[in-house]
């Protein structure tokens, strides 16, 4: 978006930002809940749909990556008809694409299905994490980041067993059902309270960087989708990544020469946005692998209920939302760097670790290590998105946090597919031809990914050790 041409923003009182944080937050819990509940139901929805449990990873990947393509939108569409009627249809879109979740007999339309929740998705959090931005001063910048997440943390928490209860003892249709009465009572609040400034002046869209560049996420994560499959056929994954790195590049190239760019790079001269966008990306992508295969491992490999998954699962976020109460103070102490180097290397060794748990280890000691895994996930996920903004002068948030945005979006969707991929090459390693993937294979895959977490750390060292003080509030010593 262009900064210059917005209106200077109405700073409300402290009263209107908590009920306009409060609004945002109801986004981010919808979309978390939509997705951390879906990963326990995966093996009754794969029975629906007469397909592999893996193969379900499609129907995540797809929403995922619909966000990352659909989310530059969202700011031009905020800027031409408000963020109020921008962030109030998302929310409608949203919920109308739960239903037909809900009501979809093949995999083919619950992927149709997800591709339509995506994009309301990619108009309604994006929108409103702008909107609350450019209300908060720099000196409060980290407060209200963990403010408008914090209920979006608690979905995360809730989800894993709420889907799980319901989809042993209901039916896994009933997860997006849940969205209806919290979408209607999310647009009732949006259009209450938030306003709907747009930009003075009409500027035009990027169409041809929304369509190279769509282009080559679609064609790279669907290349990535058909290297997980059972029997990989080689040559199209081939054309495709050749595909993909081409319009990837006349892509970014675009848009260093147009006057009004899908998506600006002024902010990668940041070496604390840089880190976050790719350091950053390659850990979004390996801690977004758990929430897809802690569930089917417990499921598949342990032989236990979606319910009794969805309770160990609940540990790991219930570390996610503990250790939120404890970031701001340790980034204080120890400061950006030594923060994401330390934590960085916990969290790929823990990740590691769970390839060695079996039916027959204790239960405690699996609690424990998924408490342990949750609290470092998020810290190093809250201090490398909190990163991403240290330093970005508020005329260049907006484009920052469209950038910011899609590249999380799209890593994340990754994961997804990253974990089946390393599931299947777990399978190939091995000889091992089944139509459901072994405990061996869960074991091999998370050494995959913890290797990749390890990698992510290096980008790291290149921080500044004082990179974000007037966020973080870390001063020398």
């Known amino acids: 978006m262009n900064a210059a041409?917005?209106?200077?923003?109405?700073?409300?009182?402290?009263?209107?930002?908590?009920?306009?944080?409060?609004?945002?937050?109801?986004?981010?819990?919808?979309?978390?809940?939509?997705?951390t509940v879906i990963a326990t139901a995966l093996p009754q929805m794969a029975a629906s749909f007469h397909a592999s449990p893996v193969d379900l990873n499609?129907?995540?990947?797809?929403?995922?990556?619909?966000?990352?393509?659909?989310?530059?939108?969202?700011?031009?569409?905020?800027?031409r008809f408000g963020p109020r009627t921008v962030f109030s249809s998302a929310i409608a879109v949203f919920t109308l694409a739960s239903v037909l979740c809900g009501i979809t007999s093949s995999l083919w339309q619950f992927t149709l299905a997800r591709i339509l929740q995506g994009i309301g998705g990619a108009m309604m959090v994006p929108v409103g994490r702008l909107v609350v931005l450019r209300i908060t001063d720099k000196k409060n910048l980290?407060?209200?980041?963990?403010?408008?997440?914090?209920?979006?943390?608690?979905?995360?928490?809730?989800?894993?067993?709420?889907?799980?209860?319901?989809t042993t003892y209901f039916t896994w249709r009933w997860i997006f059902f849940l969205n209806v009465p919290l979408g209607l009572i999310a647009?009732?609040?949006?259009?209450?309270?938030i306003s709907n400034?747009?930009?003075?002046?009409?500027?035009?869209?990027?169409?041809?960087?929304?369509?190279l560049a769509g282009a080559a996420c679609v064609a790279f994560m669907y290349a990535l989708e058909?290297?997980?499959?059972?029997?990989?056929?080689?040559?199209?994954?081939?054309?495709l990544l050749a595909f993909s790195l081409l319009t990837g590049w006349l892509a970014v190239r675009h848009m260093l020469r147009t006057p009004h760019p899908l998506l600006e790079f002024s902010s990668m001269k940041f070496r604390s946005f840089s880190i976050s966008i790719l350091g950053g990306s390659l850990f979004r992508i390996a801690i977004s692998v758990s929430p897809f295969l802690l569930p089917l491992m417990f499921q598949i490999a342990f032989g236990l209920s979606a319910f009794e998954s969805g309770m160990l699962v609940l540990c790991l976020f219930a570390g996610n939302l503990s250790m939120k109460t404890i970031t701001t103070p340790v980034l204080r102490r120890f400061g950006?760097?030594?923060?994401?180097?330390?934590?960085?290397?916990?969290?790929?060794?823990?990740?590691?670790?769970?390839?060695?748990?079996?039916?027959?280890?204790?239960?405690?000691?699996?609690?424990?290590?998924?408490?342990?895994?949750?609290?470092?996930?998020?810290m190093q996920f809250s201090s490398v998105n909190t990163l991403a903004f240290a330093d970005v002068p508020k005329a260049a948030m907006s484009s920052a946090t469209s950038m910011q945005?899609?590249?999380?979006?799209?890593?994340?969707?990754?994961?997804?597919?990253?974990?089946?991929?390393a599931l299947r090459a777990a399978s190939a390693l091995r000889g091992y031809r089944g139509a459901e993937p072994a405990l061996a294979d869960f074991h091999i895959a998370f050494a995959l990914v913890s290797t990749l977490a390890l990698i992510a750390v290096a980008d790291c060292f290149g921080l500044d050790p004082h990179a974000g003080a007037e966020v973080s509030g870390h001063r020398k010593s």
């Open 405 to 421: 945005a899609v590249v999380q979006q799209l890593s994340m969707g990754m994961g997804v597919a990253v974990g089946a991929l």
């Open 142 to 166: 980290m407060r209200s980041v963990a403010y408008i997440t914090w209920p979006g943390l608690m979905a995360p928490v809730i989800g894993p067993p709420v889907g799980g209860f319901i």
């Open 197 to 211: 400034d747009r930009e003075h002046t009409r500027r035009s869209f990027d169409w041809l960087g929304f369509a």
């Open 226 to 239: 058909l290297t997980g499959q059972r029997t990989p056929r080689w040559t199209p994954i081939a054309a």
């Open 187 to 193: 647009i009732a609040f949006a259009l209450l309270w």
């Open 336 to 378: 950006f760097r030594t923060v994401l180097i330390v934590n960085g290397i916990v969290s790929a060794v823990l990740i590691a670790s769970f390839g060695l748990v079996s039916p027959q280890t204790p239960r405690f000691a699996l609690l424990a290590v998924l408490f342990l895994h949750g609290l470092s996930r998020s």
């Open 58 to 79: 499609t129907g995540m990947t797809v929403y995922m990556l619909t966000l990352a393509v659909f989310i530059p939108v969202s700011g031009w569409l905020a800027d």
């Open 5 to 35: 041409a917005i209106p200077p923003p109405v700073h409300p009182d402290a009263a209107h930002q908590k009920l306009i944080a409060f609004v945002v937050a109801g986004a981010f819990f919808m979309e978390n809940l939509d997705g």
